[in-house]
Each structure stands twice: as structure tokens, then as C-alpha cells.
């Protein structure tokens, strides 16, 4: 797929990892792809085993409509969990990216790390808070209902699954709810966030390795799809446990820096009325790089990929103008010269292209590469991981 392709894709949402649901108390909510795959698989599962072994009674079709409605339940269960998350956090003066639903149950996004240790205690305890909640709420409900009817059997297993899920997220292993708050409490009792976290992606991982071996036995021994589960899950933990460890190693090396230390000042760029040709003899000739900003005036008004421009056949660069290949400002990552290195290193990371614009006022004011961030990783001595003990502007995962 060339740029012009994947430009079309992307503008159809093809590339989108989510759809977005729209916005509940001002939070996006999206629902990725894979979400689908779970929810399949719950209505099978309960609709082909779990409720006709507890309600012989009933005829298939109820089954499949149990399930389906169980299911939605149990994932709006999941997203008021992830709520109680993101509107504590904003509680905490922090901002919302989102919430996302997908293959493992949902994950709430904040553009900024937990400003201190009571902060991240209150934040990861709001969402464990809600699903005690609404599983004491279906219990009472289902109580109520017959249990000979439909309706029972929905409310039971959704207020008995948001238990499960409650017991579980409290294990004390990062990136867990229980983890967190693990972490918060050791990182208020030594005021270093990087050891903190370090010890609790310690547990994590240990747990996802347990998970793992738990589940390949339990497949091995019983062929149940509930080992396989388990292993994929162990190895999620496990993955997600790491990053947060070298994300806290990261945070502590980069403490105190701000993109202005590192940008690159006057970076080569393009003007939008220039023909590729003079593009690539006056600039992208005498220094070569992946990402051109343009410009207008000092006034930044998109980017130019050169990997655009070896697209196009030579014998049309004279003819063709730069402002015909650029892509819009929101293409590239923006940032400002006081914002922390470590949340340039996060917004760098995760965007399609590794290097990023720096401006003030509207006006270019340097370039920042995720390499040149690397390389101060590589530089700076492992015992700078101790981070202050409050940083409000490190990224969260």
C-alpha cells in the first residue's frame, strides 16, 4: 500500500484501531476490533454450555438471547469500570484520551502520569469501587426475579462475573488495579516512583508467567479453552508488565528534560510553493531525513514524508508543487518547548512516524526525533531511574 493508499484508508477508518462509540461525561469511549472476537466468544460459550446447563428448561433460542444480553451487561460493566477511572482522574485535575474496549476488557487513556501517589491510589481504586458496586446491584436484582425465569440467569451471571473480575483486577500486580495501588502505596513510602514500580512489574510478570504455565497444563491435560485463555492472558500481563518497568526506567532518566534541551533548532524545511524539484536539490539534497516540516512564513502548516516524493516519478518534480504531496499538521506530533521529554518519548512512540514537530505560537521552532530520545536513554547512567517524587507531567500507559 503506498501513501496515497494508505491516506485514503486511514481517512475511511480502515486503519483505525477503534470506532468511536461517542462520548459519555465528556470521555471518548471507542470500541476496538478485537473486542468482537470476545464478544463472540462469551455468547458461545454461554449460550451453547453455561445457561442450558443451569436452565434445561428453556429452549435455545432463549439461550442465544441470554448470552447476548449477558454479554452487553457484563462489557457496559467494563466500560462503567474504566468510568470511574477516567472521572477520578479528572477529579485529580488529570486529562481523559479516552476509553477504548477491546480484546482483554478496556483500558481508560490519560495524556499524563498520576501527578503523585495518592493520586494514582484513588485513581486505581475508582474503578474496582464501581464493579463492587454494580455486582451488589445485579445480585439484589436477580434476587428478586424467579429464579425458573430468563431474566434470573442474565443477572446472575453478570453480577457473579463482575465479582470475578473485581478479585482478580485486585491482585497486586502491575498492570492490574491492585498493581497500581501496590505501587502508589511503596511509591509513598520511599518517594521513588522508578523502585515502586519496579517491584510491582516484578509481581506482574511473575503472575503472568504463572497464568501462562497454569494455562498450557490446564489445555494439556483437560484440551479446555479455558487454559488457552489463560496463557493468553499471562502473556498480556507479562508484556504489559515489562513496559511499565521500562517506562518507569525511561521516566527516571528523562526527569527534568524538556523538549527544548533536545530539539533540533532551524531544521530543514519545505515551502508549500516549491516544486519537488528545488525541494530535493536546495533541501532534502544537501540533508537527507524521513520527515520534512513546512512552512510558511515560520508559520507551520504541514508535513512532507520524503517517502512521498521518491514516489513520485522524477521526470515530474518540476511540475509538481510541495503543497501538493504534504500532509496536514495533524499527521506529525506536535509538541512545545516546555513540554517533559518523557511525554514527547510516549507521544513519539506511539504515533505512525518517529519524528515530531516543535512550536511555538503556530511558528516552527525545532524538530524533535524519537532517536535523539533514544539516544539520551542510552547515554544517561542506569541510576537516574529514581524519579522525583512528584511529576506531573510523565505519561501514564
Same mark, same amino acid.
Given at each position: 500500500m503506498n501513501q496515497k493508499e494508505r491516506q485514503q484508508a486511514k481517512s475511511r477508518g480502515l486503519l483505525d484501531p477503534s470506532i468511536s462509540l461517542g462520548r459519555i461525561a465528556g470521555v471518548r469511549i471507542g470500541l476496538n476490533w478485537s473486542w468482537l472476537i470476545v464478544f463472540t466468544l462469551f455468547v458461545w460459550s454461554l449460550a451453547a454450555s453455561y445457561f442450558p446447563s443451569r436452565y434445561p428448561f428453556l429452549t435455545g433460542g432463549a439461550y442465544v438471547v441470554m448470552a447476548v444480553y449477558a454479554v452487553i451487561l457484563f462489557f457496559g460493566s467494563l466500560l462503567l469500570h474504566e468510568l470511574g477511572h477516567a472521572i477520578q482522574a479528572r477529579r485529580e485535575g488529570m486529562q481523559i484520551d479516552g476509553i477504548t474496549l477491546w480484546l482483554f476488557g478496556g483500558v481508560a487513556r490519560f495524556k499524563a502520569m498520576f501527578p503523585s501517589s495518592g493520586a494514582e @491510589?484513588?485513581?486505581?481504586?475508582?474503578?474496582p469501587l464501581v464493579t463492587l458496586v454494580l455486582s451488589g446491584i445485579f445480585a439484589a436484582l436477580a434476587a428478586l426475579v424467579p429464579a425458573s425465569q430468563a431474566l434470573h440467569g442474565v443477572l446472575a451471571w453478570v453480577?457473579?462475573?463482575?465479582l470475578v473480575l473485581l478479585v482478580f483486577n485486585l491482585i497486586p500486580a502491575l498492570p492490574l488495579d491492585g498493581g497500581r495501588v501496590l505501587r502508589s502505596i511503596l511509591w509513598r513510602a520511599k518517594g521513588n516512583f522508578g523502585w515502586a514500580t519496579a517491584i510491582a512489574a516484578d509481581i506482574g510478570r511473575s503472575f503472568g508467567y504463572l497464568l501462562i504455565g497454569g494455562g498450557v497444563l490446564l489445555f494439556v491435560l483437560s484440551g479446555a479453552f479455558t487454559g488457552?485463555? @489463560?496463557?493468553?492472558?499471562?502473556w498480556f500481563l507479562v508484556n504489559a508488565a515489562e513496559a511499565e518497568r521500562r517506562y518507569a526506567v525511561a521516566r527516571g532518566a528523562l526527569a527534568g528534560l524538556r523538549v527544548g534541551d533536545l530539539m533540533v533548532r532551524n531544521p530543514v524545511t519545505a515551502h508549500p510553493d516549491q516544486t519537488i524539484a528545488a525541494f530535493v536539490d536546495e533541501s532534502a539534497g544537501a540533508s537527507r531525513h524521513a520527515l520534512y516540516p513546512v512552512v510558511r512564513d515560520d508559520e507551520f502548516i504541514g508535513v512532507l514524508p520524503f517517502g512521498r516524493v521518491a514516489h513520485i516519478p522524477r521526470d515530474e518534480w518540476p511540475r509538481r508543487a510541495v503543497s501538493e504531496c504534504m500532509l496536514p499538521p495533524d499527521e506529525v506530533p506536535v509538541m512545545r518547548e516546555d513540554?517533559?521529554?518523557i511525554?514527547?518519548?510516549?507521544k513519539l512512540g506511539k504515533a505512525d512516524r518517529r519524528r515530531g514537530v516543535v512550536v511555538r505560537h503556530g511558528r516552527l521552532v525545532g524538530v524533535l526525533s524519537l532517536s535523539d530520545i533514544e539516544r539520551v536513554l542510552?547515554?544517561?547512567?542506569?541510576?537516574t531511574a529514581a524519579a522525583p517524587r512528584h511529576d506531573p507531567r510523565a505519561q501514564a500507559s
Open positions: @491510589f484513588r485513581i486505581a481504586l475508582a474503578g453480577a457473579y462475573v463482575n488457552a485463555w @489463560f496463557a493468553v492472558v499471562g513540554d517533559g521529554l511525554d514527547a518519548f510516549a542510552a547515554e544517561r547512567p542506569a541510576s
